[in-house]
């Protein structure tokens, strides 16, 4: 497994060893020992969670307050761009975010850490997205930034206005939003 730290060090990228040939192909999609090693820490996953999108449907921004859950994302079924926001107000990154394009076909993995928020945009026509959780998920403690908020200033490579639920369209604004110390 190939692990690269994004523009936020803390938000891994993780490729797998695909192997392929005319059959089709085979990848380790888990292995506990090799993503302790790639984060250079211990992680527990507590739940696994699968959505289904269509095309343009915008989830998040996403996290819990309490209960805070890191994420090991990744897409089984079409494309998304998935986005961490780093809610931490003590980290020098507080407040930036980072993006990357997670397919079926790439195959690539995102790590999210506790104390960020998280979201994605489905590109293609429909999108299987698998999460790990190192937490449950805690709806009373769960707590959502708006998706287009100016402060952060998400390029959100769609065309026109994404598809969010009512929920994720009253989200907070960044500047009022509550964040970890």
Not at 4 to 10: G, K, M, R, V
Not at 46 to 55: F, G, I, P
Not at 80 to 109: C, M, P, Y
Not at 119 to 127: I, N, P, R
Request: glycine share 6%.
């Amino acid at each position: 497994m190939k692990a690269t730290a994004l523009a936020i060090p803390d938000v891994m990228l993780l490729e797998p060893k695909v192997f392929g040939d005319d059959r089709g192909f085979f990848f380790e999609s888990f292995n506990h020992a090799q993503i302790e090693t790639a984060l250079g820490r211990k992680v527990n996953f507590v739940q696994d969670n699968h959505s289904r999108s269509a095309k343009n449907v915008l989830r998040g921004l996403h996290y819990q307050i309490r209960q805070p859950q890191a994420k090991l994302v990744r897409v089984v079924l079409g494309e998304v761009f998935d986005v961490a926001v780093d809610i931490r107000k003590s980290s020098h990154t507080f407040g930036r975010w980072v993006g990357q394009i997670l397919s079926a076909e790439n195959k690539r993995q995102m790590w999210v850490p506790e104390g960020f928020a998280h979201g994605f945009v489905v590109l293609s026509e429909t999108a299987e997205f698998l999460y790990k959780t190192t937490d449950y998920w805690a709806p009373e403690h769960e707590r959502c930034i708006v998706w287009n908020d100016t402060n952060l200033a998400i390029n959100w490579p769609i065309d026109g206005d994404p598809v969010v639920s009512a929920k994720d369209a009253e989200g907070a604004a960044f500047q009022a939003a509550e964040v970890y110390a």
